[in-house]
């Protein structure tokens, strides 16, 4: 075996074997011609017109303020704790029920609001969220 000889089989091949991209593309076109005809595949129907709008209800907000002297405030008003609970229960009578926003000022006692509280959940309100301010940066 002598080094700087070339074989005949050594030739350069300059010809691109066509028989595997043939194949590839039938078989993609078998799976076309399979999968067309099921996605045109539909049903006529001549579906009824409607001139109804949808609805869209949102519950209502009830703001509860608990101030600094521990008096109870409904939406901006002045309430007794009496009314207070009458109040509650027919907010939670209602439908939707209102999501109830409970705002105590920071120098009033807690017990003022963890009674606010308290009556909410004995009316029976379920969407009871407290009101905070952010942290002056």
């Known amino acids: 075996m002598a080094f700087g000889t070339q074989d005949d089989t050594d030739d350069v091949m300059n010809e691109i074997n066509m028989t595997p991209l043939v194949d590839v ?3 993609l076109l078998i799976i076309f ?6 996605m045109k595949h539909s049903v006529e ?3 009824p017109r409607a001139n109804s709008q ?3 209800v949102q519950p ?3 703001r509860l303020t608990v101030d600094a002297r521990g008096q109870y405030w409904w939406n901006e008003a002045p309430v007794s704790d009496q009314d207070l609970a009458r109040m ?3 907010a939670a009578a209602r439908d939707p029920q209102p999501e109830l926003h409970i705002r105590g000022d920071k120098d009033v ?5 963890a009674q606010a509280l308290s009556a909410a ?11 905070t301010e952010p942290k002056p940066q």
């Open 45 to 47: 129907v001549d579906l």
């Open 33 to 38: 011609m399979i999968t067309v005809p099921v």
């Open 121 to 131: 959940q004995q009316a029976g309100l379920r969407r009871i969220g407290f009101l």
């Open 109 to 113: 006692r807690y017990e003022r609001v």
């Open 25 to 27: 593309m039938l078989v």
């Open 54 to 56: 949808p609805l869209d």
């Open 88 to 90: 509650l229960r027919a």
């Open 60 to 62: 209502q907000t009830v």
